[in-house]
């Protein structure tokens, strides 16, 4: 298993650019998310999936789009990119435990994360 | 061993001493904790997790507390090791909802 993979590692946009930053797991896990991690700031949530189909907001999903057409893939759209975005993206996922609608998932498998820097 | 306050961003202590790491969660209502380890360049890496029904879980050299009445968590190092250095993050989930990390405390540990 290659776990979750995040592609690319890094990239440099211009303001005003747009990009896709792909994450894709390979553990048939239901649970995807987004998080950026800023200096001082710890991670912040993006955007979540509890399945193929369903998306949702976290804390700080301006300026940020997703969607969940299979299991395995949850890309991260940038439309517009703006210097506040220069960040390291870091993808995330997990499986139920309980079974499926319970909300109990299980810890959070962490891909290696895309640098971002947007001038 | 060394001990922090709440929220500390950094814990330095010499190898062979146990570390503490604090963390104060906000949402009363959150039922699982987990503690996450971050080396540079890196996602964070799990390790270890607590549900609200427990106050105490062990693991290889670690401990989590929990304390639910001042909504507290803590990780207990034991015999800490230069490769231990990294970044360390407490998170809290409820049930249907999404994990929230804290700001993270980076240890380093000298020998």
């Known amino acids: 298993n290659a776990g979750v993979t995040q592609t690319p590692k890094f990239q440099v946009l211009k303001t005003g650019q747009s990009m896709t930053l792909q994450c894709a797991q390979d553990m048939n896990h239901e649970y995807m998310s987004w998080y950026r991690q800023d200096p001082g700031m710890g991670l912040r949530l993006i955007h979540y999936?509890?399945?193929?189909?369903?998306?949702d907001q976290g804390e700080v999903p301006n300026g940020y789009n997703v969607s969940r057409s299979t299991t395995e893939d949850f890309p991260l759209r940038l439309l517009s990119a703006a210097p506040s975005q220069t960040s390291v993206y870091f993808c995330?996922?997990?499986?139920?435990?309980?079974?499926?609608?319970?909300?109990?998932?299980?810890?959070?498998?962490f891909g290696n994360g895309t640098r971002l820097t947007v001038t | 061993g060394e001990s922090v306050g709440l929220h500390l961003p950094t814990l330095s202590v010499q190898e062979g001493d146990n570390s503490i790491i604090n963390c104060a969660y906000s949402n009363s209502a959150s039922d699982y904790f987990i503690w996450y380890k971050q080396e540079s360049g890196k996602g964070p890496q799990f390790i270890i997790d607590i549900r609200s029904n427990m106050d105490k879980r062990q693991g290889q050299r670690v401990t989590v507390l929990l304390n639910k009445t001042v909504k507290h968590l803590s990780l207990q190092i034991a015999a800490t090791q230069p490769g231990d250095s990294a970044v360390y993050f407490c998170?809290?989930?409820?049930?249907?909802?999404?994990?929230?990390f804290g700001k993270g405390t980076t240890l380093s540990v000298s020998s």
């Open positions: 999936s509890v399945g193929a189909g369903i998306t």
């Open positions: 995330a996922s997990s499986y139920s435990m309980a079974g499926s609608g319970t909300g109990i998932f299980s810890p959070l498998h």
């Open positions: 998170a809290e989930n409820q049930a249907g909802t999404a994990l929230i």
